[in-house]
């Protein structure tokens, strides 16, 4: 028996089917959006947007128990509003300091001050946040620290979450963040914006440790991103014993010279079940997530303390659907290019179904077969990742009593291509621009700009690829104020080779199965 209710939300018209032990289905009649209604929390599920503009029609999700659907609620409710990286910068003074950049011109305040070029306090554009965060932009929470003093920081979205044509699409990798300036630029302005003693405190915990990791997160151009570097950073200043907060390092911090990565989405995790382009984790992962989230946690107990929620944010990740393409596809296309797939692609990628899902099994490319760049997979397996590796691994049994289980594979993973058609630009480290250039390997730029990035219109849906110029010559010759704009594939870590398995394909072929996939 089964007990149909019908509610809604956000102008999405929603069935929730509950069928007792068997659990709880969630259809909406219009797709695009997905949340589940547990206790009167709306968890977001999928695609996000203002106005919860939608594109197709379908099943969202499901969902295997009530209880299920309560963890992911809290999941939801963690990344929105919870305080799980440990300080931030006073909420006043934060406004503060937005308030005095206003009067720098967008150019400059963005070139140096990026953080502050952000439109940080404006209404949100998700659903479930608290009073305190309902003003506040996605990529940022506010909270109450450990000293009782309300804060923000970055939240998890400020990585995983990012706009396309208007829509907000949780667990989408930003391709926009810009790590490019020393943060140091603008958390230095902070202390004059300071008004009491508790600011002070609060601001000097955040800028310790802000100042202490500051030198290994810059990246060389917009929307790739330090954060593997910047955990490696946060190792060398906590000891591994108690993971207490260190004044000086521990052990040789990483490189200041990284290679970048492009932010991979969070939908993928439910298919590929481990962790980075590595494929380095394969359980754990909740505890990986807060080893990088735990910015200036007082020690290890903290830290430990948010193990049990962040179990509830992984629950929430492996829920998200894939958004759906927004457009009508080419049906004639769709079917050849699906014949086409399963020549070319699947044995990498996944077998397609009847039902247009796909059947993927993991599969790890050795580097001396897929050919892109090398630079971080000799990064995760040398020693720079070994002496990390080490740290982790004593953490790990002081903590949690076990070990952090490791896996090192001399490659990539080929992931699963749900989605594919949002992520642009692509490959482990953003430096292919479009969908059509991942197929062709002779059309790629070796110099390209990134357009629109400042006006938010910096995506080109139909044709999967973000907007961009093809440039003459790289960062080198480039005017400051623009090179960080410009990806240059002449740099280390950022090449665009490898890949080439497209190139056999005619034309019309690879048209097809670029169709195809946009409907995975």
Sequence with gaps: MTNKVYLRCCGLDWDVDHRGKKGVSLTTRRDGVGFVRVMGVFCCVGLLMPGCKTASSGPLSQVASAEDAAQIARGYDTLVNANYVGCGVPLDVMKRAVQATTIIPPAIAGTFFPLAAEKVFKPSIIPGRNQDNAGIVPSFNVFVTSRGVKAVNFSCLSCHGEAIDGR???????????????????????????????????????????????????????????????????????????????????????????PPVRVPAWWLLR????????????????????????????????????????????AYIRALPSPKFPFPTNPDLVHAGQAVYGRACAGCHGAAKPDGTIDYVKTIIPISDIGTDRWLMLQQTGAVHQRFRAWGEKAFLK????????????????????????????????????????????????????????????????????????????????????????????????????????????????????EFVKTL
């Design 168 to 258: 907000y699409i949780i667990g989408l990798g930003n391709r926009s963040r810009d790590f490019t300036q020393d943060v140091r630029a603008f958390t230095n302005l902070l202390p004059a914006m300071v008004q009491t003693d508790k600011e002070r405190q609060e601001l000097a915990v955040f800028q310790k440790s802000m100042n202490a990791i500051a030198p290994y997160m810059q990246t060389k151009t917009v929307g790739v991103n330090p954060a593997i570097n910047l955990t490696y950073a946060l190792f060398a200043f906590r000891s591994p014993d108690d993971l207490k907060w260190q004044d000086s390092q521990i052990m040789d911090p990483p490189n200041r010279e990284f």
């Design 271 to 314: 298919d590929k079940k481990v962790m980075f382009y590595s494929a380095e984790f394969s359980k754990h992962h909740n505890r990986i997530m807060t080893l990088a989230a735990g910015l200036c946690m007082d020690d290890g107990e903290s830290i430990k303390a948010l193990d049990a929620p962040f179990r509830d944010v992984e």
């Design 399 to 514: 903590m949690y009593h076990e070990g952090m289980s490791v896996d090192l594979h001399q490659g990539y993973i080929a992931p699963p291509l749900a989605g594919v058609w949002a992520t642009a630009p692509y490959f482990h480290n953003g430096s292919v621009p479009s969908l059509e250039a991942v197929l062709n390997s002779k059309i790629r730029p070796k110099y390209w700009r990134k357009l629109g990035v400042v006006e938010g219109t910096d995506y080109d849906t139909q044709h999967a690829a973000v907007k961009f110029s093809e440039e003459s010559h790289g960062q080198a010759q480039t005017l400051p104020l623009l090179k960080r704009y410009v990806y240059d594939t002449t740099l280390d870590g950022y090449g665009n080779q490898g890949h080439t398995y497209g190139d056999q394909l005619s034309d019309q072929d690879r048209q097809a199965v670029m």
